[in-house]
């Protein structure tokens, strides 16, 4: 490939759209050509994200017409969606409409709930709707970078933030065999995993200095992760998810607990782990207990284990917006459109947020 990719950003004032444009600005082939707001159109990207106005000063939000415009203009485009379930399925299905009959190469990570699943009756069983692009279910692989080498349709569903650590640290004791499929799993997430919009449980002066549960063993988005893992690696696994609030503002922490099929102890684990994620440059294995802020504003994800020798236990932690979100998706675009997976993506972590 060579050349610059016009690329397309929905969901465009949210929090997720806002981590992709910071990625955008600094990666090397991706070039920004519209950010759409349903709100906003019109208005200056720097007004909703200040922090941003260095590299998008000049730059406003477009609407729907103005990207389906676009999108008949260019030979080649890639679309994120960071729009949020429910609205992503129909505003993609009619921008590929609209790239299809201009004959246009469009690809699309859509980092919603709405192309996670490859049936509508999965998908309404847990979001309580109706589908709105079911016919396009086929065209999506959801699954994280790491666990698949071959993608076989022409978008990608991107899994999520909590998905995403509790896939990292599961997959491996699932594809070795190392415990039965059974996972219990902790989860601690930040506020920004519950995007822009202020509600109770995300209000500043209820999480701060607090840590809570919600939704135990009902959330939405272990289905989601069931899904992924048996599409991976053919096995039906239960994911026992119990969610916090944790009280900062980026950054998740998961812990996945099972008992072991056979005795093997913390080092053997650790290796086994090393050996797993070998060929994946964002996943790094670690010695000691893994801290949120080694990894939070970047694309990386560092795993620990421990072993008692009957049970073990794998923590992982990743930035929710960026390898839960933004990140991730940039990668899956690279590798979609024949670059070096790590494009754009190597920043490190500042350490003191
Ligand atoms: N936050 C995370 O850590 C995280 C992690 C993984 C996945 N996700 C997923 O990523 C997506 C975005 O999350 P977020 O945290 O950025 O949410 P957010 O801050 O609430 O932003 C979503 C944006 O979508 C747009 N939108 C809202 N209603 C719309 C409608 N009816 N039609 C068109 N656009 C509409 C709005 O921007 P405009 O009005 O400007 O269009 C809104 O700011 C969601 O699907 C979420 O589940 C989030």
């Given at each position: 490939m060579s050349g610059f990719v016009p690329t397309v950003v929905l969901g465009g004032t949210g929090y997720v759209a806002g981590e992709l444009l910071r990625l955008l600005a600094a990666h090397p082939r991706f070039e920004l050509a519209a950010v759409m707001s349903d709100s906003q159109p019109g208005e200056p990207v720097a007004k909703a994200f200040p922090h941003l106005a260095a590299a998008y000063g000049e730059t406003r939000f477009k609407s729907q017409a103005d990207v389906e415009a676009l999108v008949t203009r260019v030979p080649e485009c890639a679309v994120f969606s960071a729009a949020p379930h429910g609205v992503s399925a129909a505003l993609i299905d009619s921008l590929l409409k609209a790239a299809s009959q201009a004959g246009t190469r469009l690809r699309v990570v859509d980092i919603s709930a709405d192309f996670r699943f490859r049936s509508a009756a999965e998908y309404e069983s847990v979001y309580r709707h109706a589908h709105a692009a079911p016919a396009r279910l086929a065209e999506f692989t959801c699954a994280v970078p790491e666990h698949l080498r071959e993608l076989k349709t022409p978008h990608v569903a991107h899994p999520g933030c909590f998905a995403t650590a509790t896939l990292l640290a599961s997959m491996p004791l699932l594809s070795l065999g190392l415990t039965p499929p059974v996972l219990y799993v902790t989860g601690i997430t930040g506020s920004t995993g519950a995007g822009r919009k202020p509600v109770e449980g995300t209000h500043h002066p209820l999480r701060h200095s607090d840590l809570y549960s919600y939704n135990a063993l009902a959330h939405r988005h272990a289905p989601e992760v069931a899904a992924c893992a048996r599409a991976a690696t053919g096995v039906e696994a239960e994911f026992a998810f119990v969610p916090h609030s944790g009280p900062f503002a980026r950054g998740i922490h998961v812990t996945v607990q099972a008992p072991l099929k056979s005795a093997v102890d913390t080092s053997k684990v650790l290796a086994a782990l090393r050996e797993f994620y070998?060929?994946?440059?964002f996943v790094r294995v670690t010695d000691s207990a893994p801290r949120v802020k080694e990894v939070v504003t970047t694309n990386y994800a560092h795993l620990c284990a421990a072993s008692s020798g009957r049970t073990v236990a794998v923590m992982c932690v990743i930035d929710n917006l960026n390898k839960g979100a933004a990140g991730g998706a940039v990668q899956w675009m690279n590798r979609i459109f024949g670059l070096p997976e790590t494009e754009g993506l190597t920043a490190c972590a500042p350490g003191w947020t």
């Open positions: 070998a060929g994946s440059p």
